[in-house]
């Protein structure tokens, strides 16, 4: 029996990280993001030549693209094993810059698209009596941080459910959990090095050693590190964990 995984944001980063590393474990990942041609190098990249890698794009905020994804994963394979909800967060922004239709629009973004794929997998994953579901959350839903509102708001929101979720599948043998990414090195990481460089007029190593200053460890995370995490959670040794809010952050969040 081959598990099949379906990883969101698989074309960079976490997701990508993600995929390669269930693949090699011997999963089939489909490979979900946006933009087709880095679904692709992702599936070039896995095993087999990516024959056990299927990539599917399209946008997780349309209700009729997380429908088709769905529907198209049980119809090809017959089972659905792993989801890992995996999306960016809101713009940043401070409690007095954003308005209700900007709160809304976040919680579009990510916490409904989380919770529709969960309710729509979850029917597959107990017929099957197995499952595990991760979502990728981030620090910051336990810990505001200034500027980040919305972002707090709506992982925050995504943590309390996961927790509410692990309780309901758990007779199911069906886990859910959730993943706290801190500072990781990836696209987004090289962004907010840029941003800072470019707004503290400073350079680029200045900004990279104050983004450290923080981590205990003295050094951002890789997203291999997260995928691995990811990997432990979704196998069958991982099955009496579920409803867990794990950081992966050097150190850097230890109190909460």
């Known amino acids: ?27 089939t990942t489909v490979l979900c993001a946006r933009t087709s041609p880095d679904l692709e190098k992702v599936a070039a990249e896995s095993g087999d030549g990516g024959r056990t ?17 769905v529907s198209d994963v049980e119809r090809r394979f017959g089972r659905i094993d792993v989801l890992v909800n995996n999306a960016p967060g809101p713009a940043p922004g401070d409690f007095d810059s954003v308005d209700a239709d900007d709160i809304s629009a976040a919680m579009d973004q990510k916490l409904v698209p989380y919770l529709d794929l969960v309710k729509s997998v979850a029917p597959v994953m107990i017929r099957n009596e197995f499952g595990r579901i991760v979502n990728i959350v981030g620090n910051i839903g336990k810990e505001p941080a200034p ?29 859910v959990n959730c993943v706290h990414p801190g ?4 696209q987004r990481y090289d962004n907010a090095v840029q941003h800072i460089s470019r ?11 104050r983004l450290r200053s923080a981590i205990p460890m003295d050094r951002p995370g890789e997203a291999e590190e997260v ?30």
């Open 199 to 209: 707004t503290g007029g400073m350079s680029p190593q200045e900004a990279e050693d």
């Open 183 to 186: 500072v990781i090195r990836t």
């Open 227 to 256: 995928a691995a995490l990811i990997g432990f959670l979704t196998s069958d040794e991982a099955s009496y964990v579920t409803g867990q809010q794990i950081s992966v952050d050097g150190g850097q969040l230890t109190c909460v």
């Open 1 to 27: 029996m081959t598990r099949v995984a379906i990883i969101l944001g698989a074309g960079r980063g976490i997701g990508r990280a993600t995929a390669l590393h269930l693949n090699a474990k011997g999963y």
């Open 53 to 69: 890698a299927y990539v599917l794009p399209g946008d997780i905020t349309s209700r009729a693209f997380r429908e088709e994804l």
């Open 147 to 175: 500027g980040m509102f919305l972002s707090g708001l709506v992982n925050a929101a995504v943590s309390n459910a996961g927790r509410y979720l692990a309780r309901q599948y758990a007779r199911h043998n069906v886990t």
